[in-house]
């Protein structure tokens, strides 16, 4: 059944993660009128190359758990030399090989994409927002530790990594922004209908 999000004029999200830091940043990232609350639970990933299929497949296990309004949010790095992995195969590669042992193996093409997909899911409607920075892998990692590869991963134009940058200088370039920008787009959007 759906729940109106909505408290008054603000809009309440309940962003399912457990990631302190990358609720933080989206909760910079989202304009006035929205109030977004943490919710934590451990919700089991689909091993997917397919970014938009892992979000979808959480989203809809987020809102089984909780039964209202739900946004979820994954990233993927892209390697060119590697063909496009790890994509959303990230974090277990960072567990196996240490982001120090991509820097090493990357070789000569040290072009990437940072991916983030955002998925909204009412109980009936889903939609999925998709934010992309082109950019390269860093010789070493550089910067303070809010997300692993954000210590690796340098934007094009930039020749300091996302770890290196301040929050606010992050967020106004991301690919999470790009996601997050979307989603406030169409959340405003839901607010006019109602």
């Known amino acids: 059944m759906f729940q109106c ?6 809009m309440e999200i309940c962003f399912v ?65 590697w063909k496009n992995f790890p994509g959303p195969f990230i974090s277990w590669v960072i567990k196996t090989m240490g982001i120090k042992g991509i820097c090493r193996f990357v070789g000569t093409d040290r072009n990437a994409t940072a991916e983030a997909c955002v998925a909204y899911y009412d109980g009936k409607k889903m939609k999925i927002f998709s934010g992309k920075v082109r950019g390269k892998i860093a010789r070493k990692p550089m910067g303070k530790k809010r997300f692993d590869w954000d210590r690796i991963f340098i934007p094009f134009g930039f020749s300091r990594t996302f770890a290196e ?29 109602i």
């Open 17 to 81: 993660t457990s990631n302190k830091n990358k609720f933080r940043e989206a909760e910079e990232i989202l304009g006035s009128g929205f109030r977004l609350v943490q919710k934590k639970a451990k919700i089991q990933e689909i091993q997917s190359m397919k970014l938009k299929e892992v979000v979808k497949h959480k989203a809809e296990r987020a809102y089984e758990k909780f039964r209202k309004p739900v946004v979820v949010e994954d990233t993927a790095l892209y390697i060119k030399s």
């Open 165 to 193: 940058m301040r929050v606010t200088e992050k967020n106004r370039i991301s690919h999470r922004m790009k996601a997050f920008r979307k989603l406030e787009k169409y959340l405003k959007g839901l607010k006019k209908q």
């Open 5 to 10: 999000p909505f408290n008054n004029m603000e």
